[in-house]
Each structure stands twice: as structure tokens, then as C-alpha cells.
């Protein structure tokens, strides 16, 4: 009986809370209608769109979780680019090739970039989301922990309505207020969003004239160079100064060069190899009988003949490959140094302004590589596996303080502070200095869990 009441009493309680915050969202909404007309919404719209929000508290709850683990980005990347992915892209590339084409020669911007980024977005548009937008930009904007970027996100949807670019009611998307085939924010649709099929509207929803062409001209305004590359996969030398692989970090490609950064080749693969694991894997080819397995075969061999001189590879020869490119690159190691290594161009920086996650900014750049009929990446074979959890990035952070390693504030990430902290700890350890917060890190710190 003790129990039933407690239950009750808290369930009243809950009920309660529920009701109080929803009064309080009621009474927020007043104010920001109020704010709406005064920055130049029309009454009708901010009325409208007022009385048809709904508070979400789900949303708020997807806001704050953290990730029980940080992926390896060669986990996070075969999670998101698979084989049906790729083959899926290479459709649409040759369903949508005269638009694409028209969009690639309008702005700049390869065709398999647009597609990329559809792809990894929304799969082709087969998920753009079905949550209501406005209810969950007002959502997140009266929550508190981001609400003047959410503010302005609805802001800009309520001019998104007057402007009759949509409709309230069909205004559908993920939990962040992101919508449409490219998964456009309301503010990056406002300033970049392009009318593509000549119809005298812009529908990134229905119309993938739309889509496309307002992805390029966005990536076209934020800085992609026409006919550079935006990343390509590297060899690194035995004696490489890991420390220098940065992302802020920045060289000529002589530069590199000179330190013996060589484009990775597939015979980088063989030289990891013993000579009887390559043997055995020729009897297997041979087994099978097949023109393609003889031809993989002869390939190897011509492979492991050649692979002394591309490891010595001229730094002419290497600049030969990178024909255009005008400024500075970085080299990054997004699973420390026994993972794989890019080179990255200017125009990874316009990816990067899409989603600041260097994971996913290396996996549409690839995925458009696969697409495109590029090799898949050849190296990290011997990476680290495995992740730290959210509660022990927080512990190695906080360890890495208490050694006079500066992370900042304990929050979970491996940002780029706790990425210099990492790398601190490593030179006074004399290891090598990638920066990578990963299990070996946490297990050489001792740190009780």
C-alpha cells in the first residue's frame, strides 16, 4: 500500500512538473510571438506558428545525451559507407548525370560531392525526418542550452513560411530542425537555398534541382575551390614527426613532400605482407579459376615489383598528382598514427563547414572517392580498436589536469584542447605524439575506473 502511494504521489508530481513547464512554455511562446512582429514577421505567421508548437521534451533529452562511446572513424566510417551505399550513389549519379552535370558546371562543385553528401545525409532522400520543425526549434530555443541558436533557427523558419517558401504543416525534419533532401538548417536554407528547376520556387524537399543546386551554391560560398581535390589518402614515413599531423597545422605540399609523404598506393598493402601469406592468398586466387582472380594475381606481382620505386617517389612526382592546388594542406590521423593518414585541401575546410566532425567530413569526401570509381582506404590495418566511453574520456581529461596537462574542462570530447593535452603527455613520454585520446592512452595513464 506504502508503495502504491509513492508511486502516486510521485506520479501527481510528475504530472504536475509536466504541467509547470508547459504554463511556462505557454507564457515564452507570448514574449517570442511578440519578438517575431517585431523583427518584421507577420502577425499572421508568428500567431500561426505560435499556437501550433508543442513543447518536446524527448528533444531536449537527444539534446543533452552524450554518446556512450566515441567512434574509431574506421568504425564510424563502415557504419555509414557501405558497399550498398556506394552502389546505390553510383545510381543516382547515372539517374541524375544531365542535372548534376549542369549543377557541376554551374558552381563548381564535383557532382559526386552532391551526391556524397545526399547520400550520407538522408540515403538518396529515403529519411529526411518526420518530426514537426517548429515545434522542436521552439523546443530546444526555450530549453536554454543553445536557445539563441535555436532562436534564430526559428526565426528564420517563420520567414521561410512568409516568404512561401513551406508550409507550417509540412515543415518535417530531424530533431534539430534540419529538413529537405540535403538536411538544410532554416538558417543555411535563408542564405543559400537556390531555385534550381527554374519554377519560381525553392523546394529542397521534393525537387532535387533544388537540392543540388542549392548544396553547390552553398559550398560554392563557403569556399570550394573549383578542380582541387578536397583529400586524399597518404603513406607516412617510418621516422614521421606524428606531432605535426594537425589539422590547424599547415604545409605545402613540398613541404610534406620533403618529409617523405608519399600518396598512398596499393602496394603500400603488400609490403605488409609476409611471402608466404602472399602465396597463400595466390593459391586461393588460383583456386578459384577465374580471369578476374589471374588478373589480381599479375597484379600483385607487378605491384610488388614496382613498390620500391614508388616508395621513393620523387617530390616532383608527388606535386604531379596534385595538379591546382593553391594553398596550404594538413595531414590528419583520425585513429592516431598506426591508423590511416589524409592529406587534406582547401576544400575539405568548405565539408567541414557543413558538419565539423572530421569523421564525417573524411567520410563523404570518401564516399564521393567510392563513388567515383577511387580504390577504398588502404591503410590503418594495424589501428587501435576500440573507444573510450563518455565517462572515460571524462576521467582522462580530468587525469590529464591533474599531471599539468591542460584539457580544459572535463566535458567528454576529444576536442582539440584535449588533443594538445594528449600530445603533451605523449612527448614527455616519448611516445609518439598524435594527440589520439584512445584506450592505450587511458590504460598507460592508470586511471582507476
Not at 528564420?156 to 530531424?174: C, F, N, P, W
Not at 599547415?250 to 602465396?279: C, D, F, H
Not at 563513388?371 to 571524462?394: D, H, R, W
Amino acid at each position: 500500500m506504502k508503495l502504491l502511494i509513492t508511486f502516486l504521489v510521485l506520479l501527481g508530481c510528475s504530472f504536475a512538473n509536466t504541467a509547470f513547464a508547459r504554463e511556462e512554455f505557454s507564457l515564452w511562446l507570448d514574449a517570442l510571438k511578440q519578438e517575431a512582429i517585431s523583427v518584421g514577421i507577420t502577425e499572421q505567421t508568428a500567431t500561426d506558428t505560435m499556437s501550433r508548437v508543442q513543447l518536446l521534451p524527448n528533444i531536449i533529452k537527444l539534446d543533452r545525451s552524450q554518446p556512450e562511446f566515441i567512434s574509431p572513424f574506421l568504425d564510424y566510417y563502415q557504419r555509414r559507407v557501405d558497399a550498398l551505399k556506394i552502389k546505390r550513389g553510383r545510381e543516382m549519379l547515372a539517374n541524375h548525370a544531365i542535372l548534376l552535370n549542369q549543377v557541376e558546371m554551374q558552381y563548381g562543385v564535383p557532382k559526386e560531392i552532391l551526391v556524397a553528401f545526399w547520400g550520407m545525409e538522408t540515403n538518396y532522400g529515403r529519411f529526411q525526418g518526420n518530426i514537426d520543425m517548429l515545434s522542436a526549434l521552439a523546443t530546444l530555443a526555450y530549453d536554454g542550452r543553445r536557445s539563441s541558436f535555436f532562436r534564430n533557427q526559428l526565426m528564420d523558419a517563420m520567414r521561410m513560411i512568409d516568404a512561401d517558401h513551406a508550409d507550417a504543416e509540412q515543415l518535417v525534419g530531424s530533431w534539430a530542425g534540419a529538413f529537405g533532401n540535403m538536411q538544410f538548417m532554416p538558417t543555411t536554407f535563408m542564405t543559400y537555398a537556390v531555385d534550381g528547376d527554374g519554377d519560381n520556387k525553392i523546394d529542397v524537399v521534393n525537387s532535387t534541382a533544388d537540392a543540388f543546386a542549392s548544396a553547390a551554391n552553398y559550398l560554392s560560398q563557403v569556399g570550394w575551390r573549383k578542380g582541387e581535390p578536397a583529400m586524399m589518402e597518404v603513406q607516412l614515413p617510418a621516422n614521421f614527426d606524428w606531432q605535426v599531423a594537425q589539422y590547424n597545422l599547415r604545409k605545402s605540399v613540398e613541404e610534406w613532400a620533403a618529409m617523405g609523404v608519399r600518396p598512398m598506393q596499393p602496394t603500400y598493402l603488400l609490403s605488409n605482407i609476409t611471402p608466404k601469406e602472399r602465396l597463400i592468398n595466390a593459391n586461393k586466387l588460383k583456386a578459384k579459376k577465374s580471369k578476374t582472380a589471374l588478373h589480381q594475381i599479375t597484379y600483385k606481382k607487378e605491384a610488388v615489383k614496382n613498390l620500391q620505386s614508388n616508395q621513393t617517389a620523387s617530390i616532383s612526382s608527388f606535386k604531379s598528382t596534385l595538379p591546382n592546388v593553391a594553398g596550404h594542406v594538413a595531414i590528419v590521423l583520425p585513429q592516431g598514427w598506426r591508423g590511416p593518414a589524409f592529406m587534406i585541401f582547401d576544400n575539405f575546410d568548405a565539408v567541414m563547414d557543413w558538419n565539423r566532425s572530421v569523421n564525417y567530413a573524411l567520410s563523404v569526401v570518401q564516399l564521393a572517392n567510392r563513388i567515383n570509381g577511387k580504390p577504398p582506404i588502404l591503410g590503418g590495418q594495424f589501428a587501435e580498436v576500440g573507444a573510450l566511453s563518455f565517462q572515460q574520456m571524462i576521467a582522462l581529461q580530468t587525469e590529464l589536469n591533474k599531471n599539468g596537462f591542460d584539457a580544459g574542462e572535463p566535458d567528454g570530447f576529444p576536442g582539440l584542447r584535449t588533443q594538445e593535452a594528449v600530445r603533451a603527455f605523449q612527448l614527455s613520454q616519448r611516445l609518439p605524439a598524435d594527440g589520439y585520446a584512445s584506450p592505450n592512452i587511458f590504460n598507460y595513464l592508470k586511471i582507476s575506473q
